[in-house]
Structures are given as structure tokens and as C-alpha cells.
């Protein structure tokens, strides 16, 4: 039983250093040069991306867009 | 009662450390409000359509302690929607990021039976999060393609941008999510610590007496668990005030039937209904050490009905059940044991 109780304690202790290491280091977020463009959320279109370390703009510059698109009174209750 | 130990000499039951454990979910949430505590650079453009509009110089900075986060907003009328060009500059003018946000606002009202509201919808806001490599002073340049009503028309009125820059935000929902699975870890390391021990048995019966013979002692406690139930032998509601206490009787013999202890104490009796049921219950959880390993039998006794008021509450059941080899964290009071030899021992 001492051992499986160190082992928990062990287990506690690698997953709250390794998720709390990684939330504040956050080693997968996109750095500036980065190939690709950084995660924006919705209605973002970025006007090019990073190719070996420059930044290259897309052609055409801009994207036809819908426009005003409210999703009405039945999903907003 | 006896002393959970001698006095000056640790109780080789406790066990502490385990308990230490439970500081670590708390520290995911420390650093989120340690992150929470930053007091974010705010940022305000107004942005007329047409015009290239130049924020003020803000840093990014680049580090392990978090990593920079930039929010916009536009604040645009209702029922509009925006097409809003934001270049990202570095600290010599060169574009370093450059997007498009094709955003709206919508409202109204609804009524469905009988009830009425209005209703708001928007999607006008972008958030950057990214790291600089390495710190630096940048811009943002922010301009106004489109502002149209619900029509398509064009929007005379000019937009402000609103951001804020935090430059060592942390991954909220990871943090979140490190603090719940260290806590259910946690519970498990308690659990084990102090749930489990060598043994457990468990007498259940519809009398007032119960007992378990069985091989126990070592190191540890023994806990006796007590649980008994009373009900009235009709459905009628209690014509009194149940009873409020009840004598429970625990005797424990060893191998050769030689009395070691024999323990009474008054234990407080609950009473409880529910959909018209009216019953008694009683619990009572005592602790004794026995350093010998050895076969020992363990008799609870309680009444087997309680009289009060004109009721008479009968047993329905008792149960006893013994768990052997416990840790604790904390002391307990331990039901002292008299010596073989000595044969009968009040407590």
C-alpha cells in the first residue's frame, strides 16, 4: 500500500507540473514568423501567411463575403 | 475513552502527508489568479470609413510567463454588419500580420406564447494570441472597408475599436482542466490513505444484536461501524416526540472468549420521514487498536424498540461493520482494550 500511495502522489504531482507548465508556457502557440497565420476565432480571413519566416499576401487581396448574416429571433431566445 | 496515543510518542496510526496532497489542485487556480490580476494595455481607435487609423505604440513581450493576447471589439450600430481590415505592425512599420474581420450585429424581438423579449446577436470581436519571439514595440493599423445596414446600404456613422493586450495570458481551460484531474487524483491518493485497510466484514440483521468473529489486529485502528434503523409497526404518523437518545453496547471477547472490553455509551437517535414514513436511524463510528493479530469476537447491541409518546419503534435493522488496518489524519479517540489476564474491563 506505501508504494501505490507514493505512486498516486507521484501522479498527482506530474499532472498538476506538467498542465500548469504547459497552460503558462503554452508551447504550441504560433509565433510571429511561424509558417501559417495564428487561430483568430470566426469571421477572420488573414490577407496571407508566414513562408520561411516572411510574410507573403495572398492574391486576391479580398474574398467575397455574404455580408450581414444575423441568425434571427429563433436562435437567440 | 483512551488516548489516541502515548503520550510523547507518535501515534503510528496517523498519517499526515497524504493530506499535504491536497494543496496541489489549488495551485492551476493560484496561477490563474495570479494571471487574472494583470491590468490589461487598452487600446482606442475611432475609425472613419475609409481612413487608415494608427494605434498607440504598445509592447509585445516575449517570455515564458504567459504569452501576449490581443482582443479587439468594434463597437458597431444594431443591425449592421462591418468589414474591417487590421494590419499588425512591427516597431519600423513593416507588416508583420495582416487580416481581415468580416463581422455583424443583429437584434429584434420575439413573442412566443403569450411572452415577448428582445433579442441580440453580435460577432464583431477578434482575439490574437501569439508570441512576438522576441519583445518589441508594435502598432496596429486598423481601417474601414464596409459598415452597411440590414439593406446593404452604407453607414455614415464612424466605428470604434476597442482592445486590450495582455501580455502574459495563460490557457485558461487547461488550467481548468489540470485543476479537476488533480483533484480526482487526489481523491483517489486520499482514499487510498485512509479508506482501505487490511480488512472489512459487515453483519447485517433485522435484530437488535449483531456480531462478526474474525481475524484482526496490527498496525492501524479498527473502526466499528454502527447503523441501526427503527420504524413504527404501523403507517400512522408518531403520536409523540421520538426518542432522543438510545444505549448502544459494544462487547469484544478474544480467541479463548475472554471479555476485553465491554463499552456503552448513549448515542444520539435522528429522526426522519418521508412521504408519509416516519423512522429512527442511529450511526456511531468507534475506533479501537489491537496490537496483537489475533480472533476476536465483536457483539453491538441496541434496543430493540424505543418507547416514547405512546409509540413503540421497532428494529428493522442493524448493521455492523468492522474495518481493520485504517490510518487517520488526525487523532481519534481509541476505546482502550483491557488486558487478557485481567479479564472483564468497563469503559
Given at each position: 500500500m506505501p508504494d501505490e500511495r507514493a505512486l498516486l502522489l507521484l501522479l498527482a504531482v506530474t499532472v498538476v507540473a506538467a498542465g500548469t507548465i504547459t497552460a503558462v508556457t503554452r508551447p504550441g502557440l504560433w509565433r510571429l514568423g511561424q509558417d501559417g497565420t495564428p487561430a483568430a476565432g470566426s469571421g477572420v480571413r488573414y490577407g496571407g501567411s508566414y513562408r520561411a519566416g516572411r510574410w507573403v499576401p495572398a492574391t486576391p487581396r479580398r474574398q467575397d463575403w455574404a455580408g450581414f448574416q444575423g441568425r434571427g429571433p429563433g436562435a437567440a431566445k | 475513552m483512551g488516548p489516541a496515543s502515548e503520550p510523547g510518542r507518535r501515534d503510528p496510526a496517523l498519517l499526515l502527508w497524504p493530506l499535504a496532497s491536497l494543496v496541489l489542485p489549488l495551485l492551476p487556480l493560484l496561477v490563474l489568479l495570479l494571471s487574472a490580476l494583470e491590468v490589461p494595455r487598452r487600446l482606442v481607435m475611432v475609425v472613419p470609413e475609409g481612413e487608415r487609423v494608427l494605434s498607440a505604440p504598445f509592447e509585445l513581450k516575449d517570455g515564458w510567463l504567459g504569452s501576449p493576447r490581443l482582443a479587439l471589439t468594434a463597437e458597431i450600430p444594431a443591425n449592421s454588419s462591418i468589414?474591417?481590415?487590421?494590419?499588425?505592425?512591427?516597431?519600423?512599420?513593416?507588416?508583420?500580420?495582416?487580416?481581415?474581420?468580416?463581422?455583424?450585429?443583429?437584434?429584434?424581438?420575439w413573442a412566443e406564447g403569450g411572452e415577448s423579449g428582445t433579442w441580440e446577436e453580435r460577432d464583431a470581436g477578434l482575439a490574437l494570441a501569439l508570441r512576438p519571439g522576441r519583445t518589441g514595440r508594435f502598432q496596429l493599423a486598423v481601417q474601414l472597408q464596409d459598415l452597411l445596414d440590414e439593406a446593404g446600404r452604407p453607414l455614415p456613422h464612424p466605428v470604434v475599436v476597442r482592445g486590450s493586450l495582455h501580455n502574459h495570458s495563460v490557457d485558461t481551460p487547461m488550467l481548468l482542466f489540470t485543476a479537476v484531474l488533480t483533484l480526482a487524483v487526489v481523491q483517489v491518493l486520499l482514499m487510498a490513505s485512509y479508506g482501505i485497510g487490511r480488512g472489512r466484514w459487515v453483519s447485517r440483521c433485522g435484530e437488535g444484536t449483531a456480531a462478526i468473529r474474525c481475524e484482526v489486529g496490527g498496525p492501524g485502528v479498527l473502526r466499528v461501524d454502527v447503523l441501526a434503523r427503527w420504524e413504527l409497526p404501523h403507517d400512522n404518523p408518531p403520536l409523540g416526540t421520538p426518542p432522543v437518545t438510545a444505549a448502544i453496547v459494544l462487547a469484544v471477547s478474544d480467541a479463548q472468549g475472554r471479555p476485553r472490553l465491554r463499552h456503552r455509551q448513549m448515542v444520539a437517535v435522528v429522526h426522519s420521514s418521508s412521504d408519509g414514513d416516519h423512522w429512527l436511524s442511529v450511526r456511531r463510528e468507534l475506533h479501537l487498536r489491537l496490537p496483537e493479530r489475533g480472533s476476536y469476537r465483536f457483539r453491538v447491541e441496541l434496543p430493540e424498540a424505543l418507547r416514547a409518546d405512546g409509540d413503540l419503534w421497532e428494529i428493522e435493522w442493524l448493521q455492523l461493520t468492522l474495518t481493520d488496518g485504517l490510518r487517520t489524519a488526525w487523532p481519534v479517540p481509541v476505546l482502550p482494550l483491557a488486558r487478557a489476564a485481567e479479564g472483564h474491563g468497563d469503559a
Open positions: - | 468589414e474591417l481590415d487590421v494590419t499588425l505592425l512591427d516597431g519600423t512599420g513593416r507588416t508583420v500580420l495582416d487580416l481581415t474581420k468580416d463581422g455583424w450585429r443583429a437584434s429584434g424581438t
